[in-house]
């Protein structure tokens, strides 16, 4: 096991900090930064439970070793609270009961950001595609999808 | 997690110094799609990772130079999805891109892994070999080029030596008329793995019906890893498209390739399905070609 400097932008803040080379991304976020947010379901890239967004991208954070994450900025909801989409986003979320065990909703929150950062008007199938890499069990998507596309249709309303 | 140390380049260049020095006890480390979750399996147990994620600046591109189309082994599913190049005729890249993982995992994931990984399951090599790509591998004093077809030589087993970097995949964009098409057959639409895939490339004389070109290539083949469809496409080149032509492609296809049966599917079932795949991919070309 080698031990590796690394410095990252974590929702904002620059930091420093020795990682092993066996640590994964999520370990980091959970264990040393106490990102909660974060959730590990499978561990294998499956159910996508602990995606963020490197460098604004979506990806899993259990299949990113840390030494790897030098220079690179990462985002989790925590470091989303004062964003005005994520605030819409959260509200829609309550509104049609998309939350019900909750386990899967931050990562749903971080993959609904991503569509409507990137497409502000989505189409139903464009949300369906964008959530398809994150599992939930309770709410069969319906609600989850609703709640993206009411937030979507709140930003296109907008002056 | 087994116990491994890493090694993180400082660039390129460093990066083949240290295969040169340590590539027999070294396992390369891109997008980690594949390779984290075999890790954490222990199918793995390296001693050493050698991470060449950072290196995106020597090795994630997508460029055309003449008629050579050159894909660096770090672009990713992401980008293939995203670029212009990939696009009308090549139109399978797309297709395979949109078919592949999940959003989280094609933002990671990359050509060169894809390739390198070698399993009868990866969408992208019969893309690739239906295209007759090469790979170019990168080592600490030159490089060298090879077929795709002679570098994948079985299951997770590729003709790279230690100290060597698959840096490159490409292929000549044919010229004139030309088609392409995916297809793939997997339980789901996200994150499924491949019960069967298949690639065509297809290219027609002007009169738009006989058969200038083609390459077939697909998946889960017994005892091998993807593969071309090699006496398909002979009863295919230079003959008029047509139910009879394809059907005579299909014989060609059941009994020149086994595929493999295992817990996800017969392989009775999945040559069914081949058959099916091959003669739409075969339509759907033929119906491109005429504005459809």
């Known amino acids: 096991m080698s031990k590796h400097f690394v410095v990252m932008t974590i929702n904002g803040e620059e930091k420093g900090f020795y990682v092993d080379s066996t640590d994964r991304l999520i370990d980091v976020l959970r264990e040393r930064f106490g990102l909660k947010s974060v959730k590990e379901g499978c561990g294998t890239g ?34 989303l609270l004062q964003d005005p989409i994520m605030a819409n986003l959260q509200a829609k979320f309550l509104k049609h009961n998309a939350a019900q065990c909750g386990f899967c909703t931050p990562a749903m929150l971080l993959a609904a950001k991503q569509i409507l950062d990137r497409l502000p008007t989505p189409t139903r199938e464009e949300v369906a595609s964008a959530i398809s890499g994150v599992l939930c069990r309770c709410t069969g998507y319906y609600p989850i999808i609703e709640a993206i596309l009411d937030a979507s249709r709140e930003a296109e309303a907008a002056p | 997690m087994p116990e491994f140390d890493m090694y993180v380049p400082r660039d390129l260049r460093d990066a083949l110094k240290f295969l040169e020095e340590e590539g027999k006890r070294t396992t390369i480390l891109a997008g980690g799609t594949d390779l984290v979750p075999r890790l954490k399996r222990r199918q793995v147990v390296p001693q050493v990772l050698l991470d060449i994620s950072g290196l995106q ?43 592949f993982g999940a959003p989280q995992v094609r933002n990671v994931a990359t050509i060169g892994g894809n390739v390198a990984s070698a399993t009868s399951s990866e969408d992208f090599i019969p893309v690739l070999l239906s295209l007759r790509a090469k790979v170019k591998l990168l080592n600490a004093r030159g490089e060298r080029s090879l077929p795709l ?6 299951k997770r087993a590729l003709a790279r030596a230690p100290h060597e970097l698959l840096s490159e995949v490409n292929f000549q964009v044919p010229h004139g008329n030309f088609w392409s098409g995916f297809e793939k057959l997997g339980r789901r639409n996200s994150l499924a793995i491949a019960l069967v895939n298949m690639a065509l490339f297809l290219a027609l004389e002007d009169d ?24 398909a496409e002979g009863k295919l080149k230079g003959q008029s498209l047509s139910p009879s032509s394809i059907s005579l ?21 999945r040559t069914e399905v081949a058959l099916v795949q091959l003669r739409r991919l075969l339509e759907s070309c033929y119906v491109k070609a005429r504005g459809g």
């Open chain 1, 46 to 79: 499956d159910c996508g439970l602990c995606a963020v967004l490197l460098d604004g991208r979506l990806v899993n954070s259990c299949l990113v070793l840390a030494p790897q994450c030098g220079g690179k900025a990462v985002v989790t909801l925590e470091g």
């Open chain 2, 57 to 99: 600046g020597d090795l994630r591109y997508i460029r055309r130079e003449g008629d050579v189309l050159r894909l660096g082994c770090l672009t990713t599913i992401s980008d293939v999805l995203e670029s212009e190049l990939l696009g009308g005729g090549l139109g399978m890249f797309k297709q395979a891109a949109q078919r």
């Open chain 2, 149 to 154: 077809e002679e570098l994948i030589v079985g």
């Open chain 2, 208 to 231: 738009l019906e006989t058969v200038k070109d083609v390459g077939i290539a697909l998946n889960r083949v017994s005892g091998k890893v993807p593969q071309r469809a090699l006496e």
């Open chain 2, 249 to 269: 492609a299909q014989s060609a296809l059941a009994s020149e390739l086994n595929l493999k049966g295992d817990y996800r599917a017969s392989g009775w079932y």
